[in-house]
Every structure is written in structure tokens, then in C-alpha cells.
């Protein structure tokens, strides 16, 4: 299941409803599930934005300290950063991406977390 | 000046005594002071100003800890660069040894200073490729000199790290 379905059924649906198509031969059961919190929490990014200061090199080791990334997707993470200005270095669940964003801001570099609406 | 690695450290040797006073400078270069434009760039917001919640909570209880990580490299490397209280002749180059266990701090250290001079002066992103720009003149040319004999360190202690793991 896609992000954005999920995301959308969490934000209207609380609660699932199986309902079986021959309802003539026997009552439907319906079952009800609470969702968690967590559940229906929709995922967040973890961006890095440019930065004209910080060397590239120091960028792609940065990147592979924090996310554990390999060189060359440490690389491309980066040239991502220096061309586009920006580049979305994680998606997940919001306290996580607020500890990356910490990492990150510990090392000097420019990141945010944004929901990823 | 002459940089090598000499077993578990980094040497920075035949440092002239203006280099060596601009390296004695870092510490005091990484404080953002009273510069509102360097203390927003070291401690930048963690997401969109309408994220009100999530941005006063980090004020609170990241920030602090961000200035004590800071402040911990710039400690560190302060005590290296005792070793640049020359006792000999008053023009006398001099020799910094880098243990390797400090390279992060320095990184760290040296970064800060470079972010807090750069948010300072306000460098366009111009002056900060232009490399053969004369650091003579004014203020405002030293510091962008400063920058980038940072960097060029850093670079250094990254090629140096890179090369040991």
C-alpha cells in the first residue's frame, strides 16, 4: 500500500469495517480496530537545504555518518543538495526525523523536518 | 606552512605567525557573540516557522544541548593550540600537532567559525568561490580569507580521516 493511500484511509478511517457481500445469508460481523496514534501518523521528511559555507566533502561524510548512506548515495544526496537546493535525505515516522534533523544540525548543516503533504 | 600526518596525529608545520594567529582565533571565531545572524545560522530552526510546537520545544531542550556539543570542540581544540604559545622568538614559526582523536572537534570547531564568520559578513555565495581574491584591504577581506583557510583545513582533516578508516 502506497504512503499517500495509507495516509489518506488513516485520516478519514478509524475504524475498519469488513462486510461480507452475501449479507442475505447470514448477518454481516463487523469488526472494529482502533487505531494507534502511531498508525494514522502520517510520514515525515528529513531535508537538507544548501548551504554555500559548508565544503561538499564534509556534506557526503556527513551524510554517511548519520544515515549510515554509502559513498556514492552519500554523493548523490549531495550534488542533490548543490543543485536543487535541496534534497530528502529520510522519510518516516516523526521522532526519528527529529533525531536525524538533531544529528544533522549537530554536524552544522541546514535540515528541517516537514510532513511530507 | 607544511601539513602531514605523523603517526596518530596531524602536523601542521612551518606555520608563520599570521596563520598561526588566525588559527589561535578559531575558538573565539566559532562564538556567535553579538551576532544575531550567526546565532540563527548555528542554531537553525528544525522546520517551518508554522511548526510553532516543534520549534519551541527544540529551543528548550535541543539548543542547549547543540551549545554544549559545541562548546565541548571548541574546548578541545583550544588546548591543542596551546602549543601555538611560542616561547622562543616572537616571529618564530611554529608546529601544531592534531592528535586523531581530535580531527571531529576541529571539524566541528572549524566549521562553526566559517558559519559564524560567513552569517557575520553576510558573504554572497560569489565572494565565497572567489579564491583568488586578495585578503588585504579590509575587515571584511580577512575574514573571507579566514573562511577559507578553514576550509582548506578541513578539507585536509578530511582527506587525512578518509584515508584512515
Known sequence: MGWLRWKEEAKFATTMVIDFPDAALEAPTIEKKEATSQEIEIPWNVVVHNDPVNLMSYV???FQRVFGYPRERAEKHMLEVHRNGRSILWS?????GELYVQQLHGYLLLATIEKTV | MEICRQDQA???RELDPFLAELLRQVPESAQPKDSPAAEERLFSAPAAPEE???????????VPELRRLFQSATETIRQDLEQLQCTGKPFANCTLRIPLAHTDAWLNALNQARLAIAATYQFSDHELCDHYRSPLGSRRDLS???VNFYGF?????????????
Open chain 2, 52 to 62: 510553532k510546537d516543534l520549534c519551541a520545544e527544540w529551543k528548550v531542550y535541543v
Open chain 1, 92 to 96: 518516516g515516522v516523526r521522532e526519528r
Open chain 1, 60 to 62: 557526503t561524510m556527513v
Open chain 2, 153 to 165: 583545513l578541513q578539507e585536509f582533516i578530511l582527506r587525512e580521516m578518509e584515508g584512515n578508516s
Open chain 2, 144 to 146: 573571507l580569507f579566514q
Open chain 2, 10 to 12: 596531524l602536523e601542521i
